[in-house]
């Protein structure tokens, strides 16, 4: 599973795009928790101290919110869709 970072989550994973070898059947939560794993570092950036995804972070799936429009870390992956982390964006 292919995943874009941007911003601090790039500098702490150490690249802007990561691949994630999953399971057929695969969920959003499984590509996280892979992520994760393969990248500990991101952990402090994302969750919060009871584990869950900060709410300012923004995670994508195929561009749209899995947790306003689908299953959240439930939704199912196929082959070929893309993952994305957001920390928080400001500006003028």
Known sequence: MHWRLFATLAEAAGDTEVTVDLDDGATVGDAF???LS???????EVLDEEG???DHVR???DGADPFTEAEGFGTPLEE???????PPV???
């Not at 393969?38 to 402090?44: F, S, T, Y």
């Not at 070929?80 to 957001?86: K, N, P, Q, V, Y």
Request: net charge negative; no cysteine.
């Open 59 to 61: 995670l994508l799936h």
């Open 80 to 86: 070929g869709d893309e993952l994305a982390l957001f």
């Open 33 to 35: 928790d892979a992520l």
């Open 90 to 92: 400001s500006g003028g």
């Open 52 to 54: 869950d995804l900060y």
């Open 38 to 44: 393969a990248h500990p570092a991101l952990e402090e």
